[in-house]
């Protein structure tokens, strides 16, 4: 019999906790339930999966809490309140994602891991963090703020101040080998939620933690690679890739071969702060020896896993 196609489908943060909703957790669970759908279709092609998903709003929501209680309870490193999103979001993808599948009769088992991902302790972000988090303050009061938390805190012009962490490369899953062993037969595992948890290798072999995020794209990347996926689907909050972008020449991308891909890349056409993140990581995955890249919309996803929208990377 012909093996089971593998895929790691990356959902985006905003896909559960849109911009301009109020982020109840009724909300974003509503919201999961209907992220699933891209999901269930590959399911219902015998797909086995993993998923992943981002937590950018609801790891600012948590440090807000950790600040909010800052006199009552003892404050929370950023990556406790990784892996604490990683969990309850997990919980919400793994529940919803149970009951889509006793509705359809589809016997599968799903399961959420909480995500080790190894990093160089010597990364050239941790001595220049440029990943924002938290909330916005002017500049007095995150001055003082910053002091309490001995944060390190840069301004965008125009919006404010905000915190920056480091955001390290993610160089593979700790727990590769279980994750594999699971969705080789068959089980539907939730992994690397917000990137996973930042650690490094320590001299003596131990492993460590530290106050930094991952970007959850170029985990997804590493964890596909790690499981030996074929394919990668990166859900976000357009529904295909552009070159110029908002500009009168701005041309989408239908279909486009790796190589051409990273020259597009190295000419700058991918901001950082934007596209760039999810154009690395699908030029990582297919130079690792990926076959199918596709980048689109949550709510076009359906329809770009038949090559019908989207912006899909092929080697």
């Known amino acids: 019999m012909p093996k089971n196609k593998t895929a790691v489908v990356a959902l985006g943060g905003n896909a559960i906790s849109p911009k301009g909703q109020i982020d109840t957790i009724a909300n974003q669970f509503k919201n999961t339930r209907a992220s699933l759908k891209s999901v269930m279709n590959l399911l219902q ?46 919980y919400m993808i793994e529940q ?23 990093v160089d302790e010597h990364d050239p972000s941790i001595n220049n963090p440029t990943k924002y988090i938290g909330s916005w303050y002017g500049e007095l009061e995150i001055r003082e703020i910053a002091r309490l938390h001995n944060w390190q805190v840069k301004e965008v012009p125009g919006k404010g101040w905000r915190r920056v962490v480091p ?24 992994a690397a939620g917000g990137g996973g948890i930042p650690v490094y ?29 074929s394919e990668l689907y990166i859900l976000t909050d357009v529904d295909v890739v552009s070159i110029n972008f908002g500009k009168p020449n701005e041309e989408k991308i239908d279909k486009i071969r790796v190589c051409d891909l990273k020259k597009l890349y190295e000419e700058g056409q991918f901001p950082a702060g934007s596209m760039g993140p999810k154009i690395r990581a699908a030029i990582n995955f297919i130079e690792s020896g990926g076959q199918i890249v596709v ?10 896993l038949h090559g019908e929208s989207g912006t899909t990377i092929v080697p």
């Open 45 to 90: 092609q015998d797909y086995h999966l993993a998923i992943t998903h981002g937590n950018g709003p609801q790891v600012g929501n948590a440090l807000l809490r950790v600040e909010l209680a800052t006199e009552k309870t003892p404050t929370l490193p950023l990556g406790i309140c990784v892996a604490d999103t990683e969990g309850g979001m997990g």
């Open 96 to 118: 919803s994602l149970q009951n889509a599948l006793i509705a359809k009769e589809i016997p599968r088992d799903v399961v959420s891991i909480v995500t080790q991902v190894i």
């Open 167 to 190: 955001s390290p490369e993610p160089i593979r899953i700790i727990n590769r080998k279980a994750i594999k062993s699971l969705v080789d037969i068959g089980t539907i595992v939730i």
């Open 201 to 229: 290798i320590m001299k003596n072999g131990f492993y460590e933690g530290f106050d930094a995020v991952i970007d959850k794209d170029l985990a997804s990347a590493v964890l596909a690679r790690d499981i030996e996926a």
């Open 295 to 304: 980048i689109t919309s949550v709510e076009s996803a359906v329809i770009s």
